[in-house]
């Protein structure tokens, strides 16, 4: 198994003021599935996002990548893991402001030891022609298209998505989700999308949805519907 997760707990505060966000989460994904983590507000799924990246520890637990314990690294081990195997795509976009499009794809490519081509990525993600601009001359999907760029552009292993389309229309956020769709068709990359959207739920492999800090349900889609039939 690709991805493992074992018994993952998670709480914030401490005495009267503690909050157990994570109630003993055990979940594993295959190599190049498309994993949806569905569910209201409060319900865990960022938080475990945000441990599987490395980003939040958990109180208890334990997370496996190819059988590589993210417990027993170091925090220079962390870093390198995060590097090595892991691109992040947010809600906001967080690009560098007086970097072109192209120039901030390419910050991701010097973390990669196998980075992908930046003019085919370009490309397939529909930006050469905008290439030369910079952030603020770019619509919201063009910004969020230059995210995923940078974030696939050093080849991870895993693509963590959070709530990627929660700050676009409904057509961008569509265009956006078919991207996201032919970059884990073409590249194989294993993607985890954290949404609130239940009608993303139809385009993945298998679909995990929590409610206050546990799995109350787990889908496996035998057919997955393209991203451009999806309705909401």
């Not at 799924?45 to 590589?68: F, H, P, V």
Request: proline residues 3%; hydrophobic residues 35%.
């Amino acid at each position: 198994m690709f991805l493992e997760i074992e018994n993952i707990k998670k709480s914030f505060g401490e005495n009267e003021s503690k909050v157990t966000v994570l109630k003993g989460i055990d979940l594993s994904v295959d190599k190049g599935d498309f994993c949806v983590l569905l569910g209201p507000s409060g319900s865990g799924k960022s938080t475990l996002l945000n441990i599987i990246g490395g980003i939040d520890l958990a109180d208890s637990g334990e997370i496996r990548i190819r059988g590589e314990r993210m417990q027993d690294m170091n925090e220079r081990q962390l870093t390198q893991y995060r590097r090595s195997h892991l691109g992040y795509i947010f809600q906001m976009y967080n690009l560098i402001p007086n970097l072109t499009v192209r120039e901030n794809i390419e910050v991701g490519a010097y973390l990669g030891k196998h980075s992908l081509d930046v003019d085919e990525l370009l490309q397939t993600l529909g930006l050469t022609e905008h290439q030369h601009k910079l952030p603020n001359q770019l619509s919201g999907g063009q910004q969020q298209r230059t995210a995923i760029g940078r974030a696939i552009v050093k080849n991870p292993d895993i693509l963590l998505c959070d709530e990627p389309t929660g700050a676009l229309d409904y057509n961008t956020s569509k265009d956006i989700l078919k991207l996201i769709e032919t970059v884990n068709q073409k590249y194989g990359n294993t993607v985890i999308m954290v949404t609130h959207n239940d009608a993303i739920r139809h385009m993945a492999d298998l679909v995990i949805r929590l409610k206050d800090g546990q799995i109350v349900d787990r889908i496996k889609n035998v057919k997955r519907v393209p991203a451009e039939e999806l309705e909401w």
